[in-house]
């Protein structure tokens, strides 16, 4: 779209000078912090046409280092607005003035509420993603949102059922540091150059003050200059303002082999005798040292104290498990190999985020093409690279809600896909994603029927603009490892989303991005060799039809 711009986009470029760098010349990752958040802060401000504050930032991952010299250049811009909160995408590059070089430092995604007068809350308008990355940021949006409120379950579902052992095999490290030893505390005065035009302090000055801490405590680890690599999420729990005095606390909660955690707490108080103190921010950050090869160095061993200090160990690397789990479930992006991705507990919410996000991403591509239309049933297909998607579009007069239940149940497949031999539900995750094994009719180059392990993740939508959504692909489960007398097949990315037309008016869009070892069947069918596709849709419609009447204690409780 010529001469487009995306009207809540904020653009800022900084310039490194040597007050903003550590003593190795770099960017220090606090003054980043500040510029991120007042960047996000402007675009949301934009949107809601009021004053805002940052409620969370999720992970960072710091890519790059940017030196003294060099240009920052910061883009921010909501990505979607919900009832009251909105998330705002930052995308951070450095720019080498001499050679006009760009690269990626990170990415970031903060949640900000409008403020309005005390004790209401202000109804945040829609957007209207107008680009196919919009669309696709806008879509994805709703499932990060849903990964941030199953973070803290997630965890206590790890050290519940799968407790993480201590991480004392060590790795060739015979020195060991009393955890005691990396505690800092320190308090700053909140003056008006801190706060922003409401009088609160700005989030980005926070996260500066405890970069500052957390590298103190992971100092006194190493007895060296780490190196920050990865922030968990920042969770705002209230304001503070001009006048309150902030304590920061830090200590080291683990040292890995290569990597150490430490957890900062902060808490508010006005007067200096005051007991109450509020809870204003806990954050986790992962430090490295590095050496003059950019190589991470060992590190030593933490010996925890006893009580909170083991505690904390111990869910340090329960975070770490979830952090590695989560970076090779992200790192499977949905056009590279592995297509099967190991399943366990603590990978579950992320790998049924990227389940959803792959579709979604796939549904939000500009480029379909009409291949073929029949009767109330079209065909589009989609090339790119090594890859050739399908979608099979029909509109329907049925419920939009009844047609997402009955579809998303798969041990009724066989029912409306003669392809289907046969589906059996084998883990009900939680209430939005199931595992299932399916057999499938068609043979392989091997003459034996193929079979699947499927991750069915199903999402209702947030707005009545998003689609009710089915996504499946592929997993694997000790419990169900390949079997002789089938095939094996993979699933990359594939499913169904339906949308509300209008009354008893539903259309129902099935995408499927096809493998090598469904290409073949794909491409003779999209060639109009066989009418296959077209028959899976009607069998589809007679099943929906002949199960109309069909109740669901699910849909009773909305």
Not at 110 to 132: M, R, W
Not at 170 to 184: C, E, F, L, M
Not at 406 to 429: G, K, P, T, Y
Not at 545 to 556: G, V
Request: some cysteine; charged content about 25%.
């Amino acid at each position: 779209m010529e001469g487009y711009r995306n009207a809540t986009e904020v653009q800022m470029s900084q310039m490194v000078q040597p007050g903003h760098t550590n003593h190795r010349g770099e960017l220090g990752i606090g003054q980043l912090l500040k510029w991120i958040d007042t960047a996000a802060c402007l675009s949301a401000e934009r949107h809601a046409g009021c004053p805002c504050v940052t409620a969370s930032v999720d992970d960072i991952y710091f890519e790059h280092t940017i030196s003294v010299g060099q240009v920052v250049n910061i883009k921010a811009k909501v990505n979607r607005a919900f009832n009251t909160s909105m998330e705002v995408g930052v995308q951070v590059n450095c720019e080498d003035i001499h050679n006009g070089e760009q690269w990626s430092v990170c990415k970031a995604y903060a949640t900000f509420v409008a403020q309005g007068k005390p004790g209401t809350k202000i109804k945040l308008k829609l957007l209207d993603p107008q680009t196919e990355e919009e669309k696709t940021e806008y879509s994805i949006a709703a499932e990060r949102r849903r990964m941030r409120l199953a973070h803290t379950d997630t965890m206590k579902d790890l050290l519940t059922n799968s407790p993480v052992q201590a991480d004392l095999d060590n790795r060739d490290s015979k020195v060991t540091i009393p955890a005691n030893k990396t505690r800092v505390e320190s308090v700053e005065l909140i003056l008006p150059p801190h706060a922003n035009h409401q009088g609160n302090t700005f989030g980005g000055q926070i996260m500066a003050w405890m970069e500052n801490v957390a590298t103190i405590a992971a100092s006194r680890l190493c007895s060296a200059y780490p190196t920050l690599k990865t922030i968990e999420m920042f969770h705002f729990r209230g304001p503070s303002q001009v006048g309150d005095r902030l304590l920061f606390k830090s200590i080291v909660n683990n040292a890995f082999k290569y990597s150490m955690e430490v957890g900062v707490c902060v808490e508010a108080y006005r007067q200096e005798m005051e007991v109450s103190r509020r809870h204003i921010n806990s954050a986790f950050m992962i430090f490295m040292v590095l050496n003059k090869e950019n190589q991470p160095c060992i590190l030593p061993m933490l010996q925890p104290e006893p009580g909170d200090g083991e505690r904390r160990f111990k869910e340090a690397s329960a975070r770490q498990k979830i952090r590695l789990d989560r970076k090779y479930v992200f790192s499977c992006k949905y056009n590279e190999v592995p297509l099967s991705v190991p399943w366990d507990q603590s990978n579950k919410v992320y790998l049924s985020y990227n389940n959803v996000t792959a579709l979604k991403t796939l549904v939000a591509k500009g480029n379909w093409v009409l291949a073929s239309e029949r009767n109330k049933f079209k065909m589009y297909v989609l090339e790119e690279d090594k890859f050739l998607s399908v979608q099979i579009e029909m509109t329907i007069s049925f419920n939009v809600l009844q047609a997402f239940w009955l579809m998303s149940d798969l041990r009724n497949r066989h029912e409306w896909d003669r392809h289907c031999a046969r589906c059996e539900l084998i883990q009900q995750v939680d209430k939005d994603d199931m595992i299932y094994h399916v057999i499938s009719r068609t043979v392989s180059d091997e003459n034996k029927p193929q079979d699947f392990v499927v991750l069915v993740s199903r999402r209702q939508p947030c707005s009545p603009r998003d689609p009710y959504v089915l996504a499946f692909r592929s997993v694997t489960l000790p419990t169900y490892p390949e079997m002789p007398e089938y095939t094996r097949g993979e699933t990359l990315c594939s499913g169904f989303c339906f949308w509300q037309e209008a009354a008893e008016i539903t259309k129902i869009s099935y995408y499927h991005q096809a493998t090598s070892g469904l290409l073949s069947y794909i491409t003779t069918n999209v060639a109009g060799l066989s009418s296959s596709f077209y028959r899976t849709f009607e069998d589809c419609e007679k099943f929906l039809e002949k199960n109309k009447d069909k109740t669901f204690p699910e849909l009773q409780n909305l």
